[in-house]
T-cell receptor, first 115, second 116 residues
């Protein structure tokens, strides 16, 4: 079975400060990992994904994540927070990256940006 | 192009009523997923279609839940005799699967179901 754990259901950072959202995974097979963002009353949008090609993954809107097998982690970072980053962020894991395998999501982290 | 659309966006049902939620995937997308997102939680997998074939329905919480995709495009999630615990946002996602190639799941805006 696969699972992800997101530490911190709420994170607040000041505008311009570093954003760090934590995700740890558990998987019996090599995992494929994803970060999604959800704005109010909207669907999920893919930020970035890890597919074993590179451990440091760059995504949209200046976000990036690093896959660390030894720590079973896939934390999401952004060097400088912007007001528009305020949203709910979900980490997810899958057995494949072919779009035909279900995603298992964490419980989410709500990011608040302080002006 | 158009994304995944879902209707209705909001649905209020009295306990015991039947509801039907519709998903229009991106044209040509082979794979279609339904997820349930309870308040304050992450989405949880319900069922998966490849074209018209329902290949995985392991996430459906009870036999009151039924999904279909008869022509391999539009899908309907039906919930019979709704209960309060069915209140959630129901998300639909579609993707284009081709062996050896990677594709992401594109999500619709969801249907918020409230059972009173």
């Amino acid at each position: 079975a696969q699972s992800v754990t997101q530490l911190g259901s709420h994170v607040s950072v000041s505008e311009g400060a570093l954003v760090l959202l934590r995700c740890n995974y558990s998987s019996s097979v090599p995992p494929y990992l994803f970060w999604y963002v959800q704005y109010p009353n909207q669907g999920l949008q893919l930020l970035l994904k890890y597919t074993s090609a590179a451990t440091l993954v760059k995504g949209i809107n200046g976000f990036e994540a690093e896959f660390k097998k030894s720590e079973t982690s896939f934390h999401l970072t952004k060097p400088s927070a912007h007001m528009s980053d305020a949203a709910e962020y979900f980490c997810a894991v899958s057995k494949t990256n072919f779009g035909n395998e279900k995603l298992t999501f964490g419980t989410g982290t709500r990011l608040t940006i302080i002006p | 192009g158009a994304g995944v659309s879902q209707s209705p966006r909001y649905k209020v049902a009295k306990r015991g009523q039947d509801v039907a939620l519709r998903c229009d995937p991106i044209s040509g997308h082979v794979s279609l997923f339904w997820y349930q997102q309870a308040l304050g939680q992450g989405p949880e997998f319900l069922t998966y279609f490849q074209n018209e074939a329902q290949l995985d329905k392991s996430g459906l919480p009870s036999d009151r839940f039924f999904a279909e995709r008869p022509e391999g495009s539009v899908s309907t999630l039906k919930i019979q005799r709704t209960q309060q615990e069915d209140s959630a946002v129901y998300l639909c996602a579609s993707s284009l699967r081709f062996s050896g190639t990677t594709y992401e799941q594109y999500f619709g805006p969801g249907t918020r179901l409230t059972v009173t």
